[in-house]
């Protein structure tokens, strides 16, 4: 018995795009390094793409097939801060947690290129509303995200009121760094300052 159906035709594989279709990611992360460095060197206002091509080693087409603009950059890193978030303290103490956090977090604000780009960032946030609602997004997400993390693990283990106001709680426990580093621009905390902040925002979240 013969058939005339045909054989089954092998399924064609897609090739990989190649070339010019490729984003590497080691060019992006390169340029997302140059913005950096670009925000802390000239701040956002002066910021230009051909800059930061420059400082990443790489030519403009690379940049704006990434990126539209330097607003959409910008906003793409800052959102990406946001995602990272900070490392969750897990120590089993309030206090200790607190103390963790407080330090990571003092390291990460005393760096130079922070400690220039998030002043220049809250300035031009108050005239450009995209760049506002993402700042607002990264810092509520990343250190509002741990902070609390450590309330309601500090409320499970009963350190915490269960009913703790937990606004009223990240607001004392995200508050004085941000002061101290951002607003009022001090000095690196003195010996002793983060423990002592730990142990006086701890018993102040305890009577919330």
Do not use: C
């Amino acid at each position: 018995m013969t058939t005339n159906a045909e054989p089954p035709r092998p399924t064609p594989r897609r090739r990989a795009p190649a070339g010019a279709a490729v984003l590497r990611e080691d060019v992006t992360e390169a340029i997302r390094a140059a913005v950096f460095e670009e925000l802390a060197s000239v701040g956002y206002a002066r910021m230009s793409i051909e800059g930061i091509a420059r400082r990443a080693g790489v030519g403009k087409t690379a940049v704006y097939r990434r990126w539209r603009s330097k607003l959409h950059l910008v906003l793409d890193l800052v959102s990406a801060i946001a995602v990272q978030g900070l490392p969750a303290p897990d120590t089993g103490s309030l206090e200790s947690d607190l103390l963790l956090l407080y330090q990571v977090t003092s390291r990460a604000l005393r760096h130079p290129v922070a400690g220039q780009i998030i002043p220049d960032l809250q300035a031009e946030a108050a005239r450009n509303p995209d760049i506002a609602d993402a700042l607002q997004k990264a810092l509520r997400e990343g250190q509002h995200g741990v902070a609390s993390g450590i309330v309601r693990a500090a409320a499970a283990r009963g350190e915490l009121s269960p009913d703790v106001d937990e606004d009223l709680a990240l607001d004392l426990i995200s508050g004085p760094l941000y002061w101290r580093a951002v607003v009022a621009r001090g000095p690196k905390p003195p010996k002793g300052y983060l423990e002592k902040l730990a142990a006086a925002t701890a018993a102040g979240l305890r009577v919330l």
